[in-house]
């Protein structure tokens, strides 16, 4: 399986912006589906985003369509969420997923996790 690393997380004031980075080893990254999810305090483990193999096609959660987007660079090994105009109901550990389906956008498609990534908005 492919090991991933995620990264970026922090403090932000609402409105502002952060970019999470992924990082994926052991396995060949192009091969793989990924995709972002996020839990938030007291709630289940939600889908955010995810991205194609080549990255040609992606799909978001209707609570972040217009703020995030999701994008990867295969030659780094590598997926990232930029997050804009957040909100303090943004706040969660933000997970990075990988599957082998091309799309993933349930838990049960994925495959490997990393260990998350906290991201609080303070109002």
């Known amino acids: 399986q492919v090991q991933l690393v995620e990264s970026g997380g922090g403090l932000v004031q609402a409105g502002g912006s952060l970019r999470l980075s992924c990082a994926a080893s052991?396995?060949?990254?192009?091969?793989?589906?990924m995709a972002w999810f996020r839990q938030g305090p007291g709630k289940e483990r939600e889908f955010v985003a995810a991205?194609?193999?080549?990255?040609?096609?992606?799909f978001y959660a209707d609570f972040v369509k217009g703020r995030f987007t999701i994008s990867r660079d295969n030659a780094k090994n590598t997926v990232y969420l930029q997050m804009n105009s957040l909100k303090p109901e943004d706040t969660a550990v933000y997970y990075c997923a990988a599957s082998d389906r091309a799309v993933p956008r349930a838990r049960v498609q994925v495959n490997s996790w990393g260990k998350g990534a906290l991201v609080t908005v303070s109002s």
């Open positions: 991205i194609s193999w080549s990255g040609g096609s992606q």
């Open positions: 052991g396995r060949t990254f192009s091969n793989y589906g």
